[in-house]
Structure formats: C-alpha cells, structure tokens
C-alpha cells in the first residue's frame, strides 16, 4: 500500500464502515439516505485490516436484521458487495433465461432470510452457493450441473477469509462456516433407504455441526412448489428423527450383545484373557466407525471376527 493510501486510512474506515452501517440499518427495517461517498475494495481492505470488529458488527446485524435480503440488496445496489465480497457478488443475476436454472442470487438471500438466526447458519447460508458460479455446466442432455460447488465454495471461502480476515478474531466461527458451507448438501442427500450404519456415520461425522447443518438444509429449500418443500423438509425431519433415535438407543443398550465374548471364546476355542477383552473393544471401533452394524445377533460379530482374524490378532 502507498504512502497516500496509508495516511488516508483512517477515512477509507470510515467510509466503509458507514457504508456497511447503513445496509445494516436497511437489514432492521430502518430508512437511509444516500452515500455520501461510495467506498472502494481499498477501503474495505483498510476497514478489515484497522479495524475488523466494526466491520464484522455491521455485517452481521445485516445477517441477523428481519429484513437480510433487502439488506443485501442494498450491500449489491450501492456497489459495496462487489468492492467488499466479490465471490458473492458474481450470483447477482447468475441463473435466470437461457440457462434454466434457478437465480442463485434469489435462492441464496431466500436462504439466508429462512435461516435460523445464528450468525454461524446464516453466514453458511450466504457462502453456501458461491462455488457455483466457478462450476456451472451444461450436460449433451441440456441439464444444468454444478459438480464439486460444495468443495470449490469452501476454497473461495478460505481466499476471502485471507484477504480479509473477517473471521480471525472468532477461528471456531470461521471454522463452522467453512465447515457447513463444505457439507451443505449432505442432508439433502438422504433417504428412507439409508442403514442405521450409515445414519450413525452421518451423525457421528457431523459431530457438533449436526444441528447447524439440518438447520442449514431446511432453509436451503426454496422451491415454489408446494409438495416438492413438504417432501424436502419431511426428508430431513425424518433424517433427524432416526438420528435420535438411534442415539437414545444406542445411550440404553450396549451395541454389542451380553455373552457375545462368551461365544467367541467357543467358536475360536479361547480362554478367558485380556484378548477377549481386545476383540470386543474391536468391534465397539467398528460399530462406532460404521464398518459394522450394532445390536445384532451374537452369531453375526462371531463370523465377522471370523473372517477378520489377523486383524483381531490370532
């Protein structure tokens, strides 16, 4: 940065910060005036890199006001979007005519307006979709697809957040965004189909960020069509139904079976030793890493360890 540059910087804060101000005035149902200045991409730079908190203040009472979508719009229309977040500039009219698919911009400020208010689900709503515009293609078929959007956006989000480092000052809230803007779509993927196994690897590889996530993949539903937002909400209610219960499950009953040690022993002519012990704690790994299923019949982890013997140790 030059020397200009520097010794005006205080004023380039000032100019973003009022700026972001007044869309975040707009987000709380709140009437402003017109720019007195329109801020630069120096200027937000020099906002993040002085004084980041009341930039992250600002846009977040965007994310979190009643009205986030007309807050954005303001953030588009007044050119602060382009200068501050480009990679969320570029879905502004991304999507509507000759590529028949859906507005990303429209879809993504329905998102964040469906979203629970949490900044975490909310900033996740706004960066979900960004990958997109990097991954657009059309099939010989004429279908529209954006494959790998979900990896492509959690990497743009990792070059936004070094530019401007909007996150620093909260690492496990950068982390949880990117995390939930990574795996956006896993819920939405699920189906009555799924084992208790593969719920059980679900859950468990969500870890903390489950509840986020389904929040995230219920307002990730914007269809007009009635019937196709039922099904699409009742597949992730179902989906968080049968993770509870599994969990509640798994909390009052063992997932191995009494005397399955008992029955090892006899089946590979053991003795009482520290080896039965290892063979179960085994098989507790490989329920709990989903490689197996959990309360089954004693004679299902009995073949199971059958066919793994070197693996058990004998």
């Not at 017109?34 to 120096?42: E, G, R």
């Not at 906002?47 to 807050?71: F, K, N, S, W």
């Not at 914007?222 to 992730?236: A, D, M, N």
Request: with cysteine.
């Amino acid at each position: 940065m030059n020397d200009s540059r520097i010794t005006d910087s205080p004023c380039r804060v000032d100019r973003a910060v009022d700026a972001l101000e007044q869309a975040a005035l707009v987000s709380e149902g709140k009437h402003v005036g017109a720019l007195v200045a329109l801020p630069t991409t120096d200027d937000f730079l020099a906002a993040t890199q002085l004084d980041v908190l009341a930039v992250r203040g600002r846009l977040d009472r965007i994310m979190m006001g009643d009205d986030p979508e007309a807050g954005l719009d303001h953030l588009a229309l007044s050119g602060c979007l382009r200068a501050m977040m480009p990679e969320v500039q570029a879905m502004v009219g991304f999507g509507d005519g000759e590529w028949r698919h859906k507005d990303v911009w429209k879809h993504t400020k329905q998102v964040v307006f469906q979203a629970v208010p949490r900044l975490e689900v909310r900033w996740a709503a706004l960066l979900h979709d960004i990958g997109k515009i990097k991954t657009r293609t059309i099939s010989p078929e004429g279908k529209v697809q954006f494959l790998g959007h979900a990896e492509v956006g959690a990497r743009m989000f990792d070059k936004l957040e070094r530019r401007l480092a909007l996150f620093a000052p909260e690492p496990s809230l950068r982390d949880t965004i990117r995390f939930l803007v990574l795996h956006h779509l896993r819920a939405n993927q699920y189906d009555a189909s799924w084992t208790d196994s593969a719920v059980r690897r679900f859950a468990r590889e969500l870890g903390e960020h489950l509840d986020d996530l389904l929040c995230l993949a219920r307002a990730d539903i914007t269809t007009k069509r009635p019937e196709k937002k039922r099904r699409g909400l009742s597949q992730i209610e179902e989906l968080q139904a049968r993770i509870q219960k599994l969990a509640l499950e798994d909390a009052q009953q063992p997932p191995l079976p009494s005397g399955v040690g008992g029955e090892i022993m006899r089946a590979f002519a053991l003795k009482p030793s520290r080896l039965i012990g290892d063979i179960k704690r085994l098989l507790e790994e490989s329920i709990a890493s989903g490689e197996l299923e959990a309360h089954q019949e004693c004679g299902v982890y009995v073949e199971w360890v059958r066919a793994r013997r070197e693996r058990f140790g004998f």
